[in-house]
């Protein structure tokens, strides 16, 4: 397609639920990032992948948070047992390289907006 | 760690006024900066860059950013701002060969008519 798209758009949970955000790239992005934006803060991040290698997990702020790319194109961010701080935005974003050169750039999805209840 | 604070969070202007958004970033190495847009209801949208050579960089709409190594910091400007810039700027700052964004707390600007 032509931007990086996410699904669903709005997901409310109850609290202990498990969810799960996918986000379809851009066909072609070797990389893929997540982000979380909470309310009133700028975007933090989460996970990176470069095709199917999850290579940087560093920003995931729980073992419940869990993310996965198995065929190098669309990824699922996965959150287990919800918790009412996981409410926030979750932006994906594709790369076409390894490393935004400058030529090229991130390209940014339109986010889910979790709400845990 | 690295981090990005942008100075003020809500900016009110009226058309024409000019616009400046402070951006300061700590990390002592090479970095690669970022302006980021989103309008009401979109994406984010990437407004300008810089990854070396000359400091001030231009970008769409008339955006510049002006990068200042000693001061660590890369402010956004805009000569004369429209109703239609209203939307939340962020600055992002990424080491050198990393793959990571770091994001500011973003700054809302509102252009009245």
């Known amino acids: 397609g032509a931007g990086v798209s996410q699904s669903p758009r709005y997901k409310v949970a109850k609290r202990g639920q498990d969810v799960a955000l996918r986000c379809d790239p851009i066909s072609g992005h070797v990389s893929l990032f997540w982000y979380q934006q909470a309310l009133g803060q700028g975007p933090e991040f989460l996970t990176y992948f470069q095709n199917e290698a999850q290579l940087d997990k560093s920003g995931l702020p729980s073992d419940r948070f869990f993310a996965e790319r198995p065929e190098g194109s669309v990824s699922t961010l996965k959150i287990q047992r919800t918790q009412q701080e996981d409410s926030a935005v979750y932006l994906c974003a594709s790369s076409l390289v390894y490393q935004e050169t400058v030529n090229y750039g991130y390209t940014f999805g339109s986010g889910t907006r979790l709400t845990v209840v | 760690a690295q981090s990005v604070s942008q100075h003020n969070h809500h900016v009110i202007l009226s058309e024409a006024a000019s616009l400046e958004l402070g951006c300061n970033y700590s990390y002592g190495g090479t970095v690669n900066l970022f302006w980021y847009v989103q309008y009401p209801g979109q994406h984010l949208q990437l407004l300008l860059k810089?990854?070396?050579?000359?400091?001030l960089v231009k970008g769409i709409k008339g955006f510049e950013a002006e990068f200042i190594k000693s001061k660590f910091s890369f402010n956004l400007r805009k000569p004369s701002v429209q109703w239609s810039d209203t939307a939340e700027y962020f600055c992002?700052?990424?080491?050198?060969?990393?793959?990571?964004?770091?994001f500011g707390a973003g700054t809302i600007l509102r252009v009245k008519s």
């Open positions: 810089y990854f070396s050579g000359d400091p």
């Open positions: 992002a700052v990424r080491r050198e060969y990393g793959n990571k964004l770091v």
